[in-house]
């Protein structure tokens, strides 16, 4: 969910995107700005239905991002959202979009899990977005859809379950090295380090990951360090 609408992407079992047979992704858009909260409320009602319709008539379950907003808040810092986003968030309830999206799942009868949203633009993005060919939002919605996968349920409640976070690997099989060089290059990295190479100007993301982790090929020490957008190397 962001300022512009919710992005979604049908997960399968295997953790991977439903390429075939069935919708696979997309973007339900939205202009929340300037709207009373009632109508507001209905905007959000009627997008929360159609993706309630959506997992019901593929037999899937929903996931979502846990707005929990101290933790939301956490997320926002680490995966470097913008502004807009933040004045989004300000607007109405965090916890709107959530409570909406579990009526919907209960009247469907469709289960609804509720994730970490930590890191899922940046690793959704840097690690799916590409070999996908999708963006970012939906790159992230995928991202969210793996965490309901592999995460650990921890509670249960009515139609939502909470999961705890799965930690996915930093791996980059569509960036240029050989498995052996990706292995050495990554290891000791976390997502917070390839959160603040992208920096925050999504347009230039791609590239920065390409930069960034040709660094870390070409000099895998723990001394190196790659300003975000910069191929030079400067090292201590």
């Not at 992005?7 to 399968?12: F, G, H």
Request: hydrophobic fraction near 40%; proline fraction near 4%.
């Amino acid at each position: 969910m962001n300022a512009r609408g919710v992005a979604w992407a049908v997960v399968k079992p295997d953790g991977n995107r439903l390429r075939e047979g069935h919708p696979q992704s997309g973007f339900l858009g939205w202009d929340l700005k300037g709207l009373s909260d009632a109508v507001r409320k209905q905007v959000i009602g009627t997008t929360v239905a159609e993706l309630a319709r959506l997992g019901k008539r593929l037999g899937l379950a929903v996931a979502i991002e846990n707005l929990d907003f101290a933790t939301k808040k956490a997320g926002l810092r680490a995966d470097g959202i913008n502004k807009r986003y933040n004045e989004m968030l300000s607007t109405f309830a965090s916890s709107q979009f959530a409570e909406l999206m579990t009526r919907a799942c209960e009247k469907a009868h469709v289960r609804l899990y509720l994730v970490n949203p930590s890191y899922s633009s940046v690793g959704g993005f840097t690690k799916y977005g590409r070999p996908n060919r999708i963006g970012a939002d939906e790159s992230a919605a995928l991202w969210l859809g793996r965490q309901a996968l592999y995460g650990i349920p921890w509670k249960t409640v009515g139609a939502q379950c909470f999961v705890k976070r799965h930690n996915e690997r930093l791996v980059f099989s569509h960036l240029p090295a050989t498995p052996k060089q990706s292995k050495t290059a990554l290891a000791g990295a976390q997502w917070k380090d390839v959160a603040w190479a992208l920096g925050k100007n999504r347009q230039r993301w791609g590239e920065n990951l390409r930069n960034w982790f040709l660094c870390q090929v070409e000099t895998p020490s723990p001394q190196t360090v790659c300003e975000p957008g910069v191929a030079s190397l400067a090292t201590g």
